[in-house]
């Protein structure tokens, strides 16, 4: 018997396109949970979206083939979700809760398609941009991002010889099991992979989210990919982003209404989640401005998840604030998702562990973390800081300040006009590149 | 298309042997060597080999099943050298030299098969004995160690999962790459795989040797495996081992002609053999008695292949033993094989660079270093201390002293008798643990 089927190899060498997003599903949870939620209340809303890269030393549109890139969002575009896929969102389980997609809301899923979207090149970036309805453009920042961190991967591993890339896989996975069996010292940890948007590479965030699943066990409460969640029998993990407040802020009609947009996202939402979907992102105009104002039953949620500040910073403050408000930390709910690797969760986790209840949320650190795997030093892969956010809603500006400006996005005059208005108080910076998270 | 070719499944689960010798090619290249100077000038010998485990912590007989060691060592008796075999060994250039075999001896060796085994199992060891005539025992060393220890690798992955065995590999590939990038320091650098008979498994020592080629470039010299070495494109490499010295020895008819055989050994090889296969392996009886008693030509040999002493102290000794017969080391060679890994290899290399040629013939540490790779500690894989050594010729006792008593193969009593003979110096002891290369 010959060593090679003829078949298979002319098939593997004829193809045409190595897609990248091969599902509509191949996204993060988040963005279903907000979209029945948009689709449901404002479904009228035209937002738009573009892609930032805070790297910018990292010349995306050099190492990037502009065509190449086309061809991958393209494909995107192709894609509606399976019948199978539409079958298991009406009939799966998400955070404890049967059917929490309505029926209405599946059957305009079932017809989804990506929409348009405008590229160009500009100084050795891309300017890639989504307008249209809300509903829509949202849909792109997880394929858009996922795409052209791939595309940069696969940039540079087209450099690697057959053995380069065995000696960078072995590496990867011998990193990615060691961190395992440090993060299995903490016994109770619950712990999420939250990589989707920068991964690698698709198959490599498959392998670790299996990783984990293998070596965790119970720690591993699931995945933030949906398709990874359903084809490896996992939770779905996620709630909701900053894209909510930001759309509704830039939607006042006058700044008092803008300082009560991030309260009364947070009542849209309860309107259709409950449980441990209760979760507050404080962040998109000031963590302590938002706590200042919060009306008492924000006190109520099941947690928080502090997205921007230094882990410990973060959820003292929470801490702190939920006693001033009378309530218990202890059964409350901190979700870190910032920026986060072994050492920062250990550190997280020992501080925080007995006073209240926590999970991580895992990302680029998990599944990007090649840094030093090449076997020669100019090939090696470092994560670009790429987002995807919101920029305008209605035609009005929107803003993110967060808890580091270097996060922030926006307009220079509307990101000044969001500090005015939101009391903004400027916190000790940090360096952006320690927050690809 | 369907993701799994049917009939090669169906192939893959009706395989009734997963043989591990599958050539017999798959040995030390040095074995051809001695067998055509044995076939040539004593193919009337008779030379019993039997296997050793200085591992007695390890129980191979309560790892390793019974009957598939029995299915494997008789796998290996149906092979014969192929046809493409026969042709490479007969038109490929040798150590620089072309038609290094002689068409006779090619001849013969094309009808060639492994002789029959006596195999039984006491307290918890196989009992694995080789007898008849020395040009056939002799072939059983390699094939017989690879396989013991194959199956005793397999043995221990038989209870990891599909995942435990990803990491396995990765680990270990990512290791043995840190080695590469160390010894690709070392800019003279002259390195062999030594590492057949202690191999992990086939297809990891040809992992080891690709990435050796891939990483080392020139600086690696080639194989000692044949297979590997005409499947790879690199050079065969070795010499002469202790069953030459052994067997004279123990044919000799009086101490004075036993003294004399480390000696005749040499004189018989040289009418085979020139340039860099006129090393010396001087420590069958002691490196200290060889050169205070060897005779001037001695000196005029390539080099020396200390086996059995620390490599700094065995190499000085010989340096200084060049000096004193006026020779000048920087023309010589030094092979070192004992024991080697990345430290010894370094400091080795370090203190001699500059004063002597130098090669190094890394085995164990090279093709079977799983130590800790394991996804458990319970299935740890720690290779066994294991040899196959003539026992005795034409029925006299064959006996092995080395520089390292606890080396020392033979009975007792034969032992004590040629530690007088040869005036045998006690050296300080070594732990043969130490010692697995």
Redesign the interface.
Known sequence: ?AHI?IA?RV?DHSWKLDPIVRSLLDTDFYKLLMLQMIWGLRRDVRADFTLINRSKDIRLADDIDEQELRDQLDHARTLRFSKKEMIWLAGNTFYGRKQIFEPDFLDWLADFQLPEYDLRREDGQFVLNFTGLWTHTSMWEIPALAIVNELRSRAAMRKM?R?DL??L???A???L?EKVERLRQLPDLRISDFGTRRRHGFLWQRWCV??LK??LGKSLLGTSNVLHAMETDLEAIGTNAHELPMVMAALADSDEARLMAPYTVLESWKKYYGGNLLVVLPDAFGTTAFLRRAPDWVADWTGFRPDSKPPIEGGEEIIAWWRLRGRDPRGKLLVFSDALDVDSIEKTYRHFHGRVRMSFGWGTNLTNDFEGCA?RPDLDLRPASLVCKVSSANGRPAVKLSDNLQKATGTPEAIAHYMKVFDYETPSPRAVDEQVA
């Open positions: 018997m089927d298979r098939y010889g053995f065995d000696v896989y072995a590496r996975k011998a990193r099991w299996e990783a293998e070596g076997t």
